[in-house]
């Protein structure tokens, strides 16, 4: 059965872009959300999110009638699930937005359809909405009894594309495909390759499941093995950057940039789906996250020491004493503050620091509310001409492209090489 109308669940950052690509191939798309001013901006040819090229693709699919959103679930031939996945408590995956959205699809769910699961999920994840799904639709049957025969096909697909190059990596990367049967997955495949350039490389659901969490964790671990590495170097007297920089001249080592933390919501997440459903073997995996997560309280105590190495050598008073914190996104030249160690760590110190906090983010226009009680935000030239002690969270381009000779100050905690 070929797909006239293909219905995203979800229009957030994986889901609108997908739903966009689906549409920019003449494909009738109906997206669905729950949050009506997202609905509403959508279908005016708007978007609510920050992704390069998205508002372009979103306006001449909406214009062309080809995309619409909506709250209300609709009939469709396959529906792609891209709903939240955060963690909750202590870091257990939190499934309720799948469910909710399997529920809402469940009535309108016709003999022949295929649901897709695109959230990133623990292992088991898909099979469990398919048995939310058969609990609701008893006169259906699903591929966990018909396998093959199945009335309704389920896949899991996860999404990989990098925030900032969604437009190209969603045309471009090479696609997992998790069918719960053979014919789950021929079925997957034959629709991500409407749009997809990339390949679709065939397995099962759970193996799909893992696979993505296992790429998140891959980069958690090697990213937290650089973190690790800045901490025994500032202990050693050694330049972490020179140091990488020279280790990676060995033609088998790649070791990745340390910082002040791993931010966004995929990396600082996904690893912990892993450690919940195997807590006793997966203690590598536990341990980056634990080694990342540290290091805003670490950068936070390095920040303190240099305040008071200025003021034992100045004798002034703290509070005349202005730090100067250099962006607050979760990584350069984008503007999500979402899950952010810089954010975290100009908390931090607004919150004990009693002379001025100036912040420089070049990629907004308001501080957010939770700093705007202790904090200001000024342009790079005002913080650079008026702060005693630098602190260095995001290696922006316009933070690169002032030359390490022009800044002045003594006191830097460079947590990106950029200054220091
Ligand atoms: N943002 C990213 O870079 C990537 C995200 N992912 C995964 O994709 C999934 C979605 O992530 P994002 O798009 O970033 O999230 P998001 O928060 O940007 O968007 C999710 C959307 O789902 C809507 N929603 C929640 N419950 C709903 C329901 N029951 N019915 C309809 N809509 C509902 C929300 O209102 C929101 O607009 C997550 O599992 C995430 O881990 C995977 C790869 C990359
Ligand atoms: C394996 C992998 O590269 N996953 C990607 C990742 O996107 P995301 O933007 O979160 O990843 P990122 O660029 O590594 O940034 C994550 C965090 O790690 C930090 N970071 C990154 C690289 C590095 O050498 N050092 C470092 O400290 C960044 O500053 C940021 O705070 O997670 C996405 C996701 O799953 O949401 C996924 O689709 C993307 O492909």
Same mark, same amino acid.
């Given at each position: ?185 021929? !079925? /997957? =495949? $034959? %629709? ?16 799909? +499941? ?14 937290a ?58 203690r590598l995996i536990r341990t980056a996250r634990e080694v ?24 002034? !008073? /703290? =509070? $005349? %004493? ?16 979402? +899950? ?81």
């Amino acid at each position: 059965m070929s797909f006239s109308t293909i219905s995203v669940i979800g229009l957030g950052y994986i889901g609108l872009p997908t739903a966009a690509a689906f549409a920019s191939r003449q494909k009738t798309v109906v997206g669905i959300d729950i949050n009506q001013h997202a609905v509403d901006t959508i279908n005016r040819g708007a978007i609510h999110i920050v992704e390069p090229d998205l508002d372009k693709v979103v306006k001449t699919a909406v214009e062309a009638g080809f995309l619409r959103a909506s709250t209300q679930p609709v009939e469709a031939d396959a529906y792609l699930i891209a709903v939240p996945t955060p963690f909750q408590g202590d870091h257990e995956p939190d499934m309720a937005f799948v469910k909710s959205a399997a529920e809402s699809i469940a009535p309108v769910l016709k003999k022949g359809a295929l649901v897709i699961l695109e959230s990133t999920s623990p292992v088991g994840s898909t099979e469990q909405m398919a048995e939310w799904l058969a609990a609701l639709r008893p006169d259906l049957s699903f591929p966990q009894q018909a396998g093959e025969a199945a009335d309704i096909n389920v896949a899991y697909c996860p999404e990989r594309v990098l925030p900032g190059q969604v437009m190209v990596e969603l045309i471009k990367n090479d696609r997992v495909i998790g069918g719960m049967t053979p014919v789950c997955s021929a !079925r /997957a =495949s $034959e %629709l991500y390759k409407i749009f997809l350039e990339g390949e679709c490389v065939v397995t099962n659901s759970r193996t799909a +499941e893992m696979c993505k969490l296992t790429e998140n964790s891959f980069r958690d671990v090697n990213i937290a093995f650089a973190n690790e590495l800045s901490l025994i170097c500032a202990d050693q007297g050694i330049n972490v950057w020179e140091l990488i920089r020279l280790a990676n001249r060995h033609p088998r080592v790649n070791i990745l940039q340390p910082g002040p933390g791993v931010g966004g919501h995929c990396i600082a997440v996904d690893p912990w789906f892993i450690v919940a459903q195997n807590p006793a073997q997966a203690r590598l995996i536990r341990t980056a996250r634990e080694v990342n997560d540290g290091k805003p309280h670490w950068v936070n105590n390095q920040v303190k020491a240099a305040v008071a190495d200025s003021l034992a050598e100045s004798g002034g !008073r /703290a =509070s $005349e %004493l202005k730090i100067a914190c250099f962006g607050l996104a979760f990584k350069p030249n984008i503007d999500d503050l979402r +899950e952010s160690p810089a954010m975290e760590i100009t908390r931090m110190i607004a919150d004990w620091h009693s002379g001025e906090t100036l912040v420089v983010e070049p990629n907004i226009h308001q501080l957010p509310k939770k700093l705007q009680e202790n904090c200001q935000l000024v342009t790079l030239d005002a913080a650079l001409q008026q702060a005693d002690v630098l602190v260095m969270l995001v290696d922006h381009n316009e933070f690169k492209a002032v030359a390490a000779d022009k800044v002045q100050q003594r006191w830097i905690v460079d947590t990106k090489g950029v200054w220091r």
